[in-house]
């Protein structure tokens, strides 16, 4: 968004944040004298006039909220409508690096606004408000001006008029005290009391101020209420300036003056100050109350609001720069190549490299580039056939445009390439001179295995009406990788509300059909009240239904949080690649107890029956989508392409009811099974045997075999 708004909006937020804790303070401090308070209300008040701040390691403002992260979150920036409009480019052929997203035009079905048009509007709306709260200060107080213009002087510094009906203190470089005719003793002198001590607290310059920053931040209702709560923390804290020094009958006078003179402003005002003004029933109180606390009280709530005030004050310390080669990293990210398989069992078909960038840490990045800048580096030389980096390489950007990659080759050996903004590249070979490299890549495994999920989920949004969140998610997967050049266009204008994908070319395969497939399941689970996703070829040009996994079938990607989004991440990628023995991972159930067992008909007989009643007590099923493996005790694993029947079989060749040796009843069909998946084989459509039943809350996986049951398990559910 614009840079002023974006400024302001956090300077406001952080002022709000402050302002919370300074109320929270109130309520605490209720015996501490309010001077105090108002040294923490000028701590909200420099957060709303001053766009910096100092750095500490520790603060109590939150990080994203001081860095304007948080803001950019809640209203990005958003592309102008020339480039929403514009076609989606072309892949490049030849790439150095692998991008995470690529840039897609978004044609929505009702044309919302712009970014520019957006900050346009609310910058002037802010003016407006602004501008009004102005006003209304500067009338109210010229209207005043000309009501105290024909007041007489009494004293020094003191005037008398009849136009007005309780005494204020006015005036910004010459304050004067303005009293009603009539004022009797002893309101007279209580009265002239409080509001010279107004003038030395210089409250007649702190308040005004204080009402011009608010004005900045009209719409911020949390700086109204603070702005009302500071005018009457001032009120008392003059109060309790001039009763100090009384005696009982003194105080007494003073609170009967303000129950005299009382009055209470129907609008935050800016000036005046006046002697009645701001809740004098409060006030009132507060007088009768009070009694001078102790010394080491006052220099404990002295100290305690001191460092406070400096923490709220404060931003927490920036990361310490990162630097390769003795330039500044901006990011590093990790080459994560992707293998795409028309048929994930056979692991012998052509494969579909897909490369992706996945952004590491800070500390992963701030770790490798110590090692780098640490290990024994070979003489430079040019690099004269520039490849794409291999897989698990690591990229580095930098401001000046040069990039840097940790590639590791054939040969074993590191070599650190440096491509200048002009093109030219050269590498060095890298020796490092412990294990640290070795730990480092383990760890930036385990980082990567869920770092898509992390990246991918942190651009959810809400509506598919948004079109640069939506274009992020989709461009997220990088479609164009594999299916080319397209364009997307947005249904709004009734439920359920869709996103179609206009492609320039044909679906060429198997490969790109899977991959649209499943990458469409997440972008619904990542939209949260997008319906389906369609779409066209010049072939097809009437939208067509990708097959992606709806809502409604499984309601965990439905609005998930991010655990809920690691499962179906990790299972959809998976299905993209070939199968190998033990590598499935998702939905894995493992055996509760084996309610049914035939030693005969099981698939892995053992040496006698008990080993095999044994072995199959530590079996477990993993099964998504469109494939099925049950993994063995002794760390094999049977696994097949396999498609659902959901409904519930009529004529099945299992008994309706079951018995169990130890007499145990089992009706697989009574009311309370609500599912029964029946297992056939993709290849050659042929019933598995295999069976998944649900009964309420209990779930149950048997093995049909030769027309007779083999076992029947009562399953539970976990991750494998």
């Given at each position: 968004?614009?840079?002023?708004?974006h400024t302001?909006?956090?300077?406001?937020?952080?002022?709000?944040?402050?302002?919370?804790?300074?109320?929270?303070?109130?309520?605490?401090?209720?015996?501490?004298?309010?001077?105090?308070?108002?040294?923490?209300?000028?701590?909200?008040?420099?957060?709303?006039?001053?766009?910096?701040?100092?750095?500490?390691?520790?603060?109590?403002?939150?990080?994203?909220?001081?860095?304007?992260?948080?803001?950019?979150r809640?209203?990005?920036?958003?592309?102008?409508?020339?480039?929403?409009?514009a076609?989606?480019?072309?892949p490049?052929?030849?790439?150095?690096?692998?991008?995470?997203r690529?840039?897609?035009?978004?044609?929505?079905?009702?044309?919302?606004?712009?970014?520019?048009?957006?900050?346009?509007?609310?910058?002037?709306l802010?003016?407006?408000?602004g501008?009004?709260?102005l006003?209304?200060?500067?009338?109210?107080?010229?209207?005043?001006?000309?009501?105290?213009?024909?007041?007489?002087?009494?004293?020094?510094?003191?005037?008398?008029?009849?136009?007005?009906?309780?005494?204020f203190?006015?005036?910004?470089?010459?304050?004067?005290?303005?009293?009603?005719?009539?004022?009797?003793?002893?309101?007279r002198?209580y009265?002239?009391?409080?509001?010279?001590?107004?003038?030395?607290?210089r409250?007649?310059?702190?308040?005004?101020?204080?009402?011009?920053?608010?004005?900045?931040?009209w719409?911020?209702?949390?700086?109204?209420?603070?702005?009302?709560?500071?005018?009457?923390?001032?009120?008392?804290?003059?109060?309790?300036?001039?009763?100090?020094?009384?005696?009982?009958?003194?105080?007494?006078?003073?609170?009967?003056?303000?129950?005299?003179?009382?009055?209470k402003p129907?609008?935050?005002q800016?000036?005046?100050?006046?002697?009645?003004?701001?809740?004098?029933?409060?006030?009132?109180?507060?007088?009768?109350?009070?009694?001078?606390?102790?010394?080491?009280?006052i220099?404990?709530?002295?100290?305690?609001?001191?460092v406070?005030?400096?923490?709220?004050?404060?931003?927490?310390?920036?990361?310490?720069?990162?630097?390769?080669?003795g330039?500044?990293?901006?990011?590093?990210?990790?080459?994560?190549?992707?293998?795409?398989?028309?048929?994930?069992?056979?692991?012998?078909?052509?494969l579909?490299?897909?490369?992706?960038?996945?952004?590491?840490?800070d500390?992963?990045?701030?770790?490798?580039?110590?090692?780098?800048?640490?290990?024994?580096?070979?003489?430079?030389?040019?690099?004269?056939?520039?490849t794409d980096?291999?897989?698990?390489?690591?990229?580095?950007?930098?401001?000046?445009?040069?990039?840097?990659?940790l590639r590791y080759?054939?040969?074993?050996?590191f070599?650190?390439?440096?491509?200048?903004?002009?093109?030219?590249?050269?590498?060095?070979?890298?020796?490092?001179?412990?294990?640290?490299?070795?730990r480092?890549?383990?760890?930036?495994?385990?980082?990567?295995?869920?770092?898509?999920?992390?990246?991918?989920?942190?651009?959810?949004?809400?509506?598919?009406?948004?079109?640069?969140?939506?274009?992020?998610?989709?461009?997220?997967?990088?479609?164009?990788?594999?299916?080319?050049?397209?364009?997307?266009?947005?249904?709004?204008?009734?439920?359920?509300?869709?996103?179609?994908?206009?492609?320039?070319?044909?679906?060429?395969?198997?490969?790109?059909e899977?991959?649209?497939k499943?990458?469409?399941?997440?972008?619904?689970?990542?939209?949260?009240?997008?319906?389906?996703?369609?779409?066209?070829?010049?072939?097809?040009?009437?939208?067509?239904?990708t097959?992606?996994?709806?809502?409604?079938?499984?309601?965990?990607?439905?609005?998930?949080?991010?655990?809920?989004?690691?499962?179906?991440?990790?299972?959809?990628?998976?299905?993209?690649?070939?199968?190998?023995p033990?590598k499935?991972?998702?939905?894995?159930?493992?055996v509760?107890?084996?309610?049914?067992?035939?030693?005969?008909?099981?698939?892995?007989?053992?040496?006698?029956?008990?080993?095999?009643?044994?072995?199959?007590?530590?079996?477990?099923?993993?099964w998504?989508?469109n494939?099925?493996?049950?993994?063995w005790?002794?760390?094999?694993?049977q696994?097949?392409?396999?498609y659902?029947?959901?409904?519930?079989?009529?004529?099945?060749?299992l008994?309706?009811?079951?018995?169990?040796?130890?007499?145990?009843?089992?009706?697989?069909?009574?009311?309370?099974?609500?599912?029964?998946?029946?297992?056939?084989?993709?290849?050659?459509?042929?019933?598995?045997?295999?069976?998944?039943?649900?009964?309420?809350?209990?779930?149950?996986?048997?093995?049909?075999?030769?027309?007779?049951?083999?076992?029947?398990?009562e399953?539970?559910?976990?991750?494998?």
């Amino acid at each position: 968004m614009d840079g002023f708004l974006h400024t302001l909006l956090t300077m406001s937020l952080t002022a709000a944040i402050a302002a919370g804790v300074v109320m929270l303070l109130r309520l605490l401090l209720k015996r501490v004298p309010r001077w105090i308070t108002c040294l923490l209300w000028a701590v909200v008040l420099l957060r709303m006039v001053c766009p910096v701040g100092f750095s500490l390691p520790v603060s109590l403002m939150p990080e994203t909220v001081s860095s304007g992260a948080y803001v950019e979150r809640v209203l990005p920036q958003q592309t102008p409508a020339a480039e929403a409009q514009a076609t989606a480019p072309t892949p490049a052929t030849t790439t150095q690096t692998p991008v995470t997203r690529e840039t897609t035009a978004v044609t929505p079905a009702a044309q919302q606004p712009t970014g520019s048009d957006r900050d346009t509007v609310l910058t002037i709306l802010w003016a407006a408000g602004g501008i009004a709260c102005l006003a209304w200060g500067a009338v109210s107080y010229l209207r005043l001006r000309l009501r105290i213009a024909d007041a007489i002087l009494i004293e020094k510094n003191v005037y008398e008029t009849d136009q007005i009906d309780s005494p204020f203190v006015c005036g910004f470089f010459r304050p004067r005290i303005y009293l009603p005719v009539g004022l009797a003793e002893p309101d007279r002198r209580y009265v002239l009391l409080h509001e010279q001590a107004h003038i030395r607290r210089r409250d007649y310059l702190t308040k005004p101020l204080a009402y011009i920053a608010l004005c900045f931040h009209w719409f911020n209702p949390v700086l109204w209420l603070s702005y009302h709560l500071f005018g009457r923390d001032i009120e008392t804290a003059t109060d309790q300036a001039v009763i100090r020094s009384f005696g009982r009958t003194d105080t007494a006078g003073y609170a009967a003056a303000l129950l005299h003179l009382g009055h209470k402003p129907s609008f935050p005002q800016a000036v005046p100050l006046a002697f009645g003004e701001e809740n004098p029933k409060h006030r009132i109180r507060s007088v009768l109350s009070y009694k001078k606390p102790a010394f080491w009280v006052i220099l404990i709530a002295v100290v305690a609001c001191v460092v406070l005030g400096v923490l709220l004050l404060s931003n927490r310390t920036q990361a310490q720069e990162i630097t390769l080669d003795g330039q500044t990293v901006r990011q590093a990210s990790m080459v994560d190549v992707l293998s795409i398989a028309d048929n994930r069992v056979s692991s012998d078909l052509p494969l579909t490299d897909l490369p992706v960038m996945i952004p590491l840490s800070d500390e992963l990045t701030r770790e490798i580039a110590d090692l780098i800048n640490h290990a024994e580096q070979e003489a430079e030389t040019i690099v004269s056939d520039v490849t794409d980096p291999p897989d698990k390489s690591v990229i580095f950007s930098t401001p000046t445009g040069d990039m840097y990659q940790l590639r590791y080759n054939e040969e074993g050996s590191f070599l650190l390439w440096h491509t200048t903004v002009d093109g030219d590249c050269r590498q060095r070979r890298l020796n490092f001179r412990d294990q640290g490299i070795v730990r480092w890549q383990a760890d930036a495994a385990a980082y990567l295995s869920a770092g898509r999920a992390d990246d991918l989920y942190q651009l959810r949004t809400p509506y598919v009406g948004n079109n640069v969140a939506v274009a992020n998610v989709v461009g997220s997967f990088q479609l164009n990788e594999v299916l080319g050049p397209y364009t997307i266009e947005l249904q709004t204008s009734q439920e359920p509300y869709g996103i179609i994908l206009h492609l320039e070319q044909d679906l060429s395969s198997g490969i790109t059909e899977r991959y649209l497939k499943e990458v469409s399941s997440l972008i619904l689970a990542l939209i949260d009240n997008a319906g389906y996703v369609a779409y066209t070829t010049p072939s097809e040009p009437t939208p067509q239904d990708t097959g992606a996994i709806t809502k409604e079938a499984n309601p965990k990607m439905n609005q998930p949080d991010l655990e809920a989004f690691l499962l179906p991440d990790a299972t959809h990628f998976t299905r993209m690649e070939p199968y190998y023995p033990g590598k499935l991972t998702g939905d894995c159930y493992t055996v509760k107890d084996l309610l049914y067992f035939n030693a005969t008909l099981v698939e892995k007989p053992q040496a006698t029956v008990a080993e095999t009643k044994a072995y199959y007590e530590n079996f477990r099923l993993v099964w998504f989508g469109n494939y099925l493996a049950v993994r063995w005790a002794d760390g094999s694993e049977q696994g097949q392409s396999v498609y659902r029947d959901p409904v519930l079989e009529e004529s099945s060749p299992l008994p309706e009811i079951i018995r169990t040796p130890s007499g145990q009843r089992f009706d697989m069909y009574d009311e309370d099974t609500y599912a029964c998946h029946r297992f056939f084989s993709t290849d050659t459509r042929k019933d598995t045997g295999y069976r998944y039943y649900m009964k309420g809350t209990t779930t149950y996986f048997a093995y049909y075999s030769q027309g007779q049951l083999a076992y029947l398990a009562e399953v539970e559910r976990g991750i494998g």
